[in-house]
C-alpha cells in the first residue's frame, strides 16, 4: 500500500507541476498593437521620430562583419518559433552583406541632382559636417556596446556598420542624418505597404523629401509580434528590409531609381537604433490618370520604364529582377518614371538543374526558359520585361498614338508579350520611336493641303475662347503638344470649334511645342513670347 500511495503522489506532484506549468503560459502571452488612424500615424511619427541630436553615424568594418557572422550561435532555447525568427532574421543580413560587398560603379549613368536641390542638400548638410567627426568614435562606442548583446541584437548592430553613409558628398550628391530631420516640418503621412510606412516632410522649410521608415501597426510587424510574441527582434526582421533599398539605392545609381539623400538610426518605441530612410519625393502612379493623359506622357513612362530594365539588366551587381513588380512600386518625378520600392528587388538568378525548373508563371501566359550551367538563362530580365508588358506596355504604349508610329509600337506590344526580344531589342525599338517622334518624321506622309489659310500674329495671345478637347495639358481649355506649325493647322481644322490657335514658348520633354486652340480670336491681346495664327478663310 505505501508503495502505491507513494505513486499517486508522484502522479499528482508532475499533474499539477503541468497545470502550472500551462496557466504561466497562457498568462504571460505577448500582445501586439493594432493598426492606427491616419493622423494617429502623423501624431505618432512626432512622438516616434524625434532624432538624437548626436546623429549616431557608421563605419564600414569587414572584419567586425565576418566577426558578427561567425559569433553568431544558434540560440539555446527550446523554442522552434524562435529558432526559426533568428534564422530569418540572420538570412536578411547576410543578403544585404552580399550586396554590400560587391563592387559598385559611381560612374557613368550616375544619378544627378539638380542644381537648385543640390544647393539645398548642402545647405541642409551643413548642419551635419560636425557627425561625420563623430562617426569613428560612435562606431566605437557601439562596437563595445555590442559585446554585451544578445546574438540578435548585437547583429543588427553590428549590420550598421556595414551601412556607412556618413553626411556628406558621395557622387555630387549631399547626404543627410539625423540632424537634418530634427526639426522637420509639414508631415503628412503618404501611406505604407506589408513593412514600411512613408511620410512626406519639409527639411528646412526647403526640400520637401519622403521618410521611410517600418510600420509597427503593419502587415509584416503585427503578424510576426503574434506569431513570434518580440517586438525587437520583429522590427529587426522588419528593418533590414529598410536597410537593403538602402543599399540597393546606394549601389543602384540611375536616373530612374529614386535618390536616397541619407539616413539616420534613434532609439525609439523602447527599441533601440530604429532606422529611418531620407530619400526623393515622389507623386504615386496613378494609371486610371495615366490613362487620360496625352499618348506622348504615356509614352514617356514606357521609355523611362525600359531604360531602366537595361540597367537593371546590366547593373553592377549582375541582373537585378524586381520580385514585386507593380505600378504602386514606381512614382512620377517631373513626369519622370522611378522605382521607388527595391526592398523585394534581388539579383540572385534561378538555379536549375533541366529547363523544367526554369518556369515562370504568370496569371495569362506560362514561359519556360532554357537552363545553362546550372542557372536558368536570362530569368531575371524576362521576367521584368513581361511585367512590364501586363503592367505598362498594353495599357500605355498604343492608344491614340500618331498613326505613322503605330506599327511600330504594336510591334514592340506583341514582341514583349511573347518574350521575342530581351530588354537590349526593346530599348532599340523604343529609341527609334522616341527618334522619329521628337524629330517629327511622323509627320513625313501628312502632305495634304490645308483647306484655310490663316494670318500670324507676333507677340500675342487669345485670353478667352476656349474649348475642351481631349487629351489636353489643360483641363479648362485646348492644350496640346505639336511638331510646329504645320501640325497646329492640321489639328485645328481637324477640330471643328477651333477658329484660332496660339504657339506658346513653352515645350515638352521631347521638344515639342505647347499650343492653345481657341473657338475665335476677339480676345486677341499683346503677349510677349506668343504667335497668334487667326483663321481668315475656309
Not at 539579383?347 to 508563371?361: H, I, K, L, N, R
Amino acid at each position: 500500500m505505501t508503495m502505491k500511495r507513494r505513486k499517486i503522489v508522484v502522479a499528482g506532484g508532475f499533474c499539477l507541476s503541468f497545470f502550472l506549468g500551462t496557466l504561466m503560459n497562457l498568462l504571460f502571452i505577448p500582445g501586439f498593437d493594432h493598426h492606427q488612424s491616419h493622423r494617429g500615424r502623423v501624431h505618432r511619427f512626432y512622438q516616434e521620430q524625434q532624432l538624437l541630436a548626436d546623429g549616431r553615424q557608421l563605419q564600414i568594418s569587414d572584419p567586425v562583419a565576418a566577426e558578427a557572422v561567425e559569433g553568431y550561435t544558434e540560440p539555446t532555447s527550446s523554442s522552434l518559433q524562435q529558432n526559426d525568427l533568428q534564422q530569418q532574421i540572420r538570412e536578411r543580413y547576410e543578403e544585404v552583406l552580399r550586396y554590400r560587398e560587391r563592387q559598385a560603379s559611381w560612374s557613368g549613368t550616375g544619378n544627378p541632382v539638380r542644381p537648385l536641390e543640390r544647393r539645398r542638400l548642402m545647405d541642409l548638410a551643413q548642419r551635419n559636417s560636425y557627425e561625420s567627426h563623430k562617426g569613428t568614435e560612435k562606431s566605437s562606442n557601439r562596437y563595445a556596446y555590442s559585446q554585451h548583446l544578445s546574438p540578435l541584437a548585437s547583429l543588427y548592430l553590428r549590420s550598421q556598420m556595414e551601412f556607412d553613409v556618413i553626411p556628406g558628398t558621395r557622387n555630387g550628391t549631399q547626404f543627410l542624418g539625423c540632424n537634418s530631420i530634427d526639426n522637420v516640418t509639414n508631415v503628412q503621412y503618404l501611406g505604407s505597404g506589408y513593412t514600411k510606412a512613408v511620410y512626406k516632410a519639409a527639411l528646412n522649410d526647403t526640400l520637401s523629401v519622403a521618410l521611410k521608415s517600418v510600420d509597427f501597426g503593419g502587415h509584416d510587424m503585427e503578424n510576426c509580434v503574434k506569431k513570434y510574441g518580440s517586438t525587437e527582434d520583429c522590427y529587426r526582421l522588419a528593418s533590414f528590409k529598410i536597410v537593403k533599398e538602402m543599399t540597393l539605392m546606394e549601389r543602384l545609381q540611375h536616373p530612374n531609381i529614386l535618390k536616397l539623400y541619407g539616413y539616420c538610426y534613434q532609439d525609439s518605441n523602447d527599441i533601440r537604433d530604429t532606422v529611418t530612410a531620407i530619400t526623393e519625393l515622389g507623386s504615386p502612379l496613378e494609371m486610371i490618370q495615366l490613362l487620360q493623359t496625352s499618348w506622348e506622357e504615356r509614352f514617356r513612362i514606357c521609355l523611362s520604364l525600359v531604360r531602366l530594365l537595361h540597367y537593371l539588366a546590366h547593373s553592377p551587381l549582375g541582373s537585378v529582377t524586381l520580385l514585386d513588380f507593380r505600378p504602386r512600386q514606381f512614382v512620377l518625378v517631373g513626369g519622370e518614371l522611378k522605382v521607388t520600392d527595391l526592398d523585394d528587388a534581388s539579383a540572385e538568378e534561378a538555379v536549375c538543374s533541366a529547363a523544367a525548373d526554369c518556369g515562370m508563371e504568370f496569371p495569362a501566359r506560362n514561359f519556360t526558359l532554357s537552363c545553362h550551367r546550372g542557372r536558368c538563362m536570362g530569368i531575371n530580365e524576362k521576367r521584368n520585361l513581361y511585367n512590364a508588358y501586363r503592367f505598362f506596355f498594353t495599357y500605355l504604349l498604343p492608344h491614340s498614338a500618331p498613326p505613322v508610329l503605330r506599327p511600330l509600337l504594336d510591334e514592340i506590344v506583341n514582341a514583349t508579350g511573347e518574350l521575342a526580344w530581351g530588354v537590349d531589342d526593346t530599348l532599340i525599338h523604343l529609341e527609334k520611336v522616341f527618334h522619329l517622334y521628337s524629330k517629327g518624321l511622323y509627320l513625313q506622309n501628312n502632305s495634304q493641303l490645308h483647306r484655310a489659310e490663316y494670318k500670324r500674329v507676333p507677340d500675342a495671345a487669345i485670353a478667352g475662347e476656349n474649348y475642351r478637347c481631349w487629351p489636353s495639358y489643360q483641363h479648362e481649355g485646348c492644350l496640346l503638344s505639336v511638331f510646329g506649325v504645320r501640325e497646329a493647322i492640321a489639328v485645328c481644322e481637324s477640330h471643328a470649334q477651333c477658329r484660332a490657335f496660339v504657339m506658346t514658348n513653352q515645350t515638352t520633354w521631347t521638344g515639342h511645342q505647347l499650343a492653345f486652340f481657341k473657338t475665335g480670336s476677339a480676345s486677341l491681346s499683346p503677349a510677349p513670347g506668343g504667335v497668334a495664327y487667326v483663321r481668315v478663310s475656309g
